[in-house]
Structures are given as structure tokens and as C-alpha cells.
């Protein structure tokens, strides 16, 4: 064989050898690029890929879940104070009822001592006047009169469209001083409620009339008076169910007019 066929097949085994090397080389440096991704990914993106996940679960799961979970616990908090406050409310007007019940009587007597009707204080009038008769007094002369009061100087509280109305009666008469002293003794011990504004005793200068008296007594009736307008329901409907009355006025009424 000629020297330069032998070199060109040395030559030729020699680049193949080599290119198989080159071949190997780059399949080996492609495993090797491979394995890093599979290291990397293994051990950097996939427990940074889990840690996004994990947050994710937390931000958009668990912490709205323990958000609803406190606000349904204040919810239920609310909810129980409002039932708490119910209930105080519904036990405060059964007790009401009850002292509705119990004070009837009193309510009554308030409605006679301040009447709202004018026949009550026409039956007042008269019954003066009749009071008088049966003590042998004379009446000479009675007349009357009618105010209605000014709110800022009734020191009681009344409602709007509810006015509280002062009737003043005069009446003159004569008679015995015993009888005089019968008289108001009658007026003292009786059911009715009034003012005495003024009172006055004179005896008789007049020959024969030595135990003859002239007595002036002026009288306050006072009378509740509702204006066409005035809602009864709606006016005391709006009394606050915690409001007291006055327990003077409750101790007067109950010693001068229901005890005895």
C-alpha cells in the first residue's frame, strides 16, 4: 500500500475518533446542563414555588377565614348584648304592667283630683256649695273663673297639646261661726283637691246679728285640658319606660287619698 493511502486512512480514523470524542463531550456536557436544571429546579424552585403556594394559601384562605372568624365573633357579641338589652327591656315592661295594674286605684284618683272633663269641676262647685248647706251656711254668692296656664310657670311637666287649665271659685257666705268651723272641717277631711287661695271671716256689725259670720273663700281647681290635636297614644307611648314619677307626689296621694 502507498504511504499516502496510509496516511489518509490515519488521518480519517483520527478525525473520527476525534468527532466521536466531540460527540461523547457534548452528550456528556447536555446530561450534565440537564442534571443542573433537575438540581436546581430541586433544590431552589420547586421549595420557592411551594413557599409562593404556602402564602398564597395563607393570604387568600386562612387569614380571610380568621377574619371572618373575629368578625363573626364581635357579630355574635353585638347580637348577645342586643338579646342582653331585650330582655332587661321586656322584664322592665312586664314590671310596668304589673304597676300599671297595682296603681289603677292612684291613676284614678288623679283623674278625679285633676280632671279633664269641665262637668268634674261644675260637680266641684256644687259640691262646695252643697257642703255649706248642710252646715247651715247661707251662700249668698259664688262666680268663677278660668286660666289656662303658662308652661314655664307650671312646675308640673305636662305634655304638648295638654295644658293644665287654673279655675279659681269664689264663694260668700254667711252663718254661725260653729258652722263656718263644720264647714271647713268638711272641706279638710273630704276627696276633693284644691287650693285655697284666700279665706276670710268677718262678724256682723249689724244689730241682731251678734253670732252672725261672713265668710269669703276663694278655691283653685286646677283641670287638665287636650287640644284637638293632642295624641294620647302617641304622647305617652313616648315616656321612656326607665322614667320614675315623682315619689312625693306619689306618698301625698297615696296617704291623703287612697290610705284613708
Given at each position: 500500500m502507498p504511504k499516502l493511502e496510509k496516511s489518509k486512512i490515519t488521518q480519517a480514523k483520527t478525525s473520527a475518533t476525534e468527532s466521536l470524542k466531540n460527540a461523547e463531550k457534548e452528550e456528556q456536557e447536555k446530561k450534565v446542563k440537564v442534571d443542573e436544571v433537575s438540581d436546581f429546579i430541586k433544590f431552589y424552585a420547586l421549595p420557592i414555588f411551594s413557599a409562593m403556594i404556602f402564602l398564597g394559601v395563607v393570604f387568600f384562605t386562612i387569614i380571610p377565614s380568621i377574619r371572618y372568624i373575629f368578625d363573626s365573633i364581635d357579630e355574635i357579641d353585638a347580637l348577645k348584648n342586643e338579646d342582653q338589652t331585650l330582655n332587661s327591656r321586656i322584664e322592665r315592661l312586664i314590671a310596668l304592667q304589673q304597676e300599671n295594674a297595682d296603681q289603677v286605684q292612684l291613676i284614678n284618683r288623679i283623674n278625679s283630683i285633676v280632671p279633664t272633663g269641665k262637668s268634674e269641676v261644675v260637680a266641684f262647685r256644687e259640691r262646695i256649695a252643697t257642703t255649706g248647706l248642710q252646715q247651715s251656711l247661707l251662700l249668698e254668692e259664688s262666680k268663677s273663673g278660668e286660666t289656662i296656664l303658662e308652661p314655664e310657670s307650671v312646675t308640673v311637666e305636662t305634655a304638648e297639646?295638654?295644658?293644665?287649665?287654673?279655675?279659681?271659685?269664689?264663694?260668700?257666705?254667711?252663718?254661725?261661726?260653729?258652722?263656718?268651723?263644720?264647714?271647713?272641717?268638711?272641706?279638710?277631711?273630704?276627696?276633693?283637691?284644691?287650693?285655697?287661695?284666700?279665706?276670710?271671716?268677718?262678724?256682723?256689725?249689724?244689730?241682731?246679728?251678734?253670732?252672725?259670720?261672713?265668710?269669703?273663700?276663694?278655691?283653685?281647681?286646677?283641670?287638665?285640658?287636650?287640644?284637638?290635636?293632642?295624641?294620647?297614644?302617641?304622647?305617652?307611648?313616648?315616656?321612656?319606660?326607665?322614667?320614675?314619677?315623682?315619689?312625693?307626689?306619689?306618698?301625698?296621694?297615696?296617704?291623703?287619698?287612697?290610705?284613708?
Open positions: 297639646g295638654f295644658n293644665l287649665i287654673e279655675i279659681p271659685s269664689e264663694f260668700n257666705m254667711r252663718g254661725e261661726f260653729i258652722n263656718f268651723r263644720n264647714f271647713l272641717n268638711s272641706l279638710y277631711i273630704g276627696d276633693d283637691f284644691f287650693i285655697v287661695e284666700e279665706m276670710s271671716l268677718n262678724a256682723s256689725s249689724a244689730e241682731g246679728e251678734e253670732n252672725i259670720w261672713f265668710g269669703t273663700f276663694n278655691l283653685t281647681k286646677y283641670q287638665f285640658f287636650a287640644d284637638e290635636n293632642f295624641d294620647l297614644e302617641t304622647t305617652f307611648a313616648g315616656v321612656d319606660e326607665f322614667e320614675e314619677p315623682d315619689p312625693t307626689a306619689i306618698n301625698f296621694l297615696e296617704t291623703k287619698f287612697i290610705d284613708n
